[in-house]
T-cell receptor
Framework: GNSVTQMEGPVTLSEEAFLTINCTYT??????LFWYVQYPGEGLQLLLK?????DKGSNKGFEATYRKETTSFHLEKGSVQVSDSAVYFC?????????????FGSGTQLTVLP | DAGITQSPRHKVTETGTPVTLRCHQT?????MYWYRQDPGHGLRLIHY???????DKGEVSDGYSVSRSKTEDFLLTLESATSSQTSVYFC???????????FGPGTRLLVL
């Protein structure tokens, strides 16, 4: 079935640094791809998504491009802020059974220092 | 805001007692999910529902049961809580057309 492999953390950056969190996937066909973010003590929030190959999802200065050639969906941000400190999860649908399920990467902890 | 609430938000219980967690949605979505989140294991699916009275098992369903008697409510029951069920539990709704899930705020459960 579909699966995702996510860059292990933790990642520590200084404010205004460039961020990349790697995510690669194995899938049948071209499913939608997602990035979720979890701030301390909260539930997961959808950060961005891309629904087909070559699409770019973007939100809050974060971007990720759906690249079928490299089966990747890396998350990037040009200048991180302290408020971006969180855990980031890559995900894609498993699409088994009677409901669409998501499978998640293991999460990458990002800490941004002032 | 996807209109998802979970109750209770925190609970401490003893081994062997039954526990029920509630997930409530206000937007009439068909798909609902229960996950647990543990360090080193990420997010794992416990059970899911694709309609009233329609439920199925996920990856880690042993020791858990669910019920969905109304579209808006999805209950997760630990029949006899064990310390290994200490975790953070998240409910999610699925918006099928958008292929997207939205998560509730979570319930922290401690089983002593």
């Amino acid at each position: 079935g579909n699966s995702v492999t996510q860059m292990e953390g933790p990642v520590t950056l200084s404010e205004e640094a460039f961020l990349t969190i790697n995510c690669t996937y194995t899938a049948t066909g071209y499913p939608s791809l997602f990035w979720y973010v979890q701030y301390p003590g909260e539930g997961l929030q959808l950060l961005l998504k891309a629904t087909k190959a070559d699409d770019k999802g973007s939100n809050k200065g974060f971007e990720a491009t759906y690249r079928k050639e490299t089966t990747s969906f890396h998350l990037e941000k040009g200048s991180v802020q302290v408020s971006d400190s969180a855990v980031y999860f890559c995900a894609l649908p498993v699409s088994s059974g009677s409901a669409r399920q998501l499978t998640f990467g293991s999460g990458t902890q990002l800490t941004v220092l002032p | 805001d996807a209109g998802i609430t979970q109750s209770p938000r925190h609970k401490v219980t003893e081994t062997g007692t039954p526990v029920t967690l509630r997930c409530h949605q206000t937007e009439n979505h068909r798909y609902m999910y229960w996950y647990r989140q543990d360090p080193g294991h990420g997010l794992r699916l416990i059970h899911y529902s694709y309609g009233v009275k329609d439920t199925d098992k996920g990856e880690v369903s042993d020791g858990y049961s669910v019920s969905r008697s109304k579209t808006e409510d999805f209950l997760l029951t630990l029949e006899s809580a064990t310390s290994s069920q200490t975790s953070v539990y998240f409910c999610a709704i699925g918006v099928a057309v958008q292929e997207t899930q939205y998560f509730g705020p979570g319930t922290r459960l401690l089983v002593l």
